[in-house]
């Protein structure tokens, strides 16, 4: 959907590091703003500001840098959190890496920021990867994390304690647990979310890995919950944790090599709330296509592990032979899907050098394949003169309805399987630009 830019705002934060692109993270709740990012010195930084009423008006940022450098790796990203006391928690810069964790001693100043060597249990926190922070639909801070490698790994979620400022295991078991299975395995699980959708759940996307290589994905899989304790299917029948291979409610029972990518499936809904998954994996004839699933009606479902109605939405003459270590450069990459008007849905990619939209009706069936429409005000544009620089549009999280979306704006080269390059830009202007909304 087309937005009016001369509406936009624009607000430099700082200069970011631009020789790869890593996840950087926005919050906004209530009138605080933060920003998490890489630096110039490819630094751990963090600033905060206060919104005005509009959103637009703003005090200046107050910045602090932390001790934390980057090196060459794509999967360190940034992750930040608010406890219920407006305590900030800062977390990253770990790809099977003892833990990194801050957090605020004074609520809503970052220069207070003060380092813990771990969160719950020093034992499971020595090969981080994935930290993410969520908050619970009763205003809890959780914290989720894969301790252990790719192809040997769990998953486990925390809570915090505001009275004690501590961190407890939200349950004791982990949430994932690939160990080996009648002499198969271990599996490590990639996830997406959990994420808090429409219908005040959270809902759990993910698949499986046997080993480093990244095509050996497999089994993509769903779960719901609504306090991330029990578990059920998309029908509400419970499921049992921790998810083991093949547990949980398979959505599309893809094989090993079959065009599976971990962080290349996302969750969405559609116009009544219920929940859908697009994804990438290859057609009978080995071509990358662009599928849709969406649960089936209970009453033909079957068991807990019943079908999902798997839908194929792009016919391309091209194929994505991915595979191999190290964070990918995606040729086909799913950004989202969001509810147009008149119901429909709208799924965007970025396919072979161009970003498209896959619009679908009411009932996700394809309508067309189109262009995927402009940013306001040439947001998409690379401004930059180094070669090969990519434009980074990271919306941010948080509570924003009042102020409108917020989106991090800033220039790198892509990901480069987390090897150096031999020349690269050292940094270029991070911006928030806040988005009217539609």
Do not use: C
């Amino acid at each position: 959907m087309k937005r009016r830019m001369e509406a936009a705002e624009s607000v430099p934060v700082g200069h970011a590091w631009a020789g790869m692109h890593v996840g950087f993270d926005l919050l906004t709740e209530g009138a605080d703003q933060y920003v998490g990012w890489w630096n110039a010195e490819r630094r751990l930084a963090v600033a905060h500001r206060t919104l005005g009423v509009s959103g637009a008006e703003h005090s200046a940022w107050t910045h602090q840098v932390l001790d934390e450098t980057l090196g060459w790796d794509s999967h360190n990203h940034i992750s930040l959190g608010l406890d219920r006391g407006g305590h900030l928690h800062v977390s990253g810069n770990m790809h099977n890496d003892p833990m990194v964790y801050f957090r605020t001693q004074v609520p809503g100043d970052v220069t207070t920021l003060t380092r813990h060597d771990h969160l719950v249990d020093s034992a499971t926190e020595q090969s981080v990867t994935y930290p993410e922070f969520l908050t619970l639909q009763d205003g809890r801070l959780a914290f989720s994390h894969r301790d252990g490698g790719s192809g040997d790994g769990v998953t486990y979620v925390d809570v915090y304690d505001e009275p004690s400022r501590s961190w407890r295991r939200l349950v004791d078991a982990p949430l994932f647990d690939g160990s080996a299975l009648d002499g198969e395995g271990p599996w490590s699980a990639y996830f997406q979310g959990p994420e808090l959708g429409p219908d005040g759940a959270f809902h759990l996307l993910w698949m499986w890995r046997e080993t480093p290589d990244a095509a050996t994905n497999s089994l993509l899989s769903y779960a719901r919950s609504e306090d991330l304790l029990t578990w059920t299917d998309a029908h509400g029948r419970p499921l049992e944790a921790p998810f083991t291979y093949g547990a949980g409610h398979v959505v599309d029972p893809v094989p090993a090599r079959a065009g599976l990518l971990n962080g290349n499936a996302r969750l969405g809904f559609d116009a009544e709330g219920q929940v859908h998954v697009t994804f990438h994996k290859y057609d009978d004839d080995g071509f990358s296509q662009i599928w849709v699933a969406r649960p089936a009606r209970a009453e033909s479902a079957g068991d807990s592990t019943g079908p999902w109605e798997v839908r194929q939405l792009t016919d391309w003459q091209r194929r994505w032979d991915f595979g191999g270590r190290g964070t990918l450069i995606f040729e086909v990459q799913l950004l989202g899907s969001r509810v147009q008007p008149g119901g429909r849905v709208r799924a965007d990619l970025r396919v072979f050098g161009e970003q498209r939209s896959i619009m679908m009706d009411r009932d996700l069936r394809p309508l067309a394949e189109i262009p995927a429409p402009p940013w306001a005000g040439g947001l998409a544009e690379v401004r930059g003169d180094f070669p090969g620089l990519q434009v980074n549009l990271q919306r941010g999280r948080g509570k924003e309805a009042v102020h409108g979306d917020h989106v991090l704006r800033w220039e790198s080269l892509p990901e480069n399987r987390d090897l150096p390059y031999e020349e690269y830009p050292q940094s270029s202007r991070l911006d928030v630009v806040r988005l009217p909304k539609a």
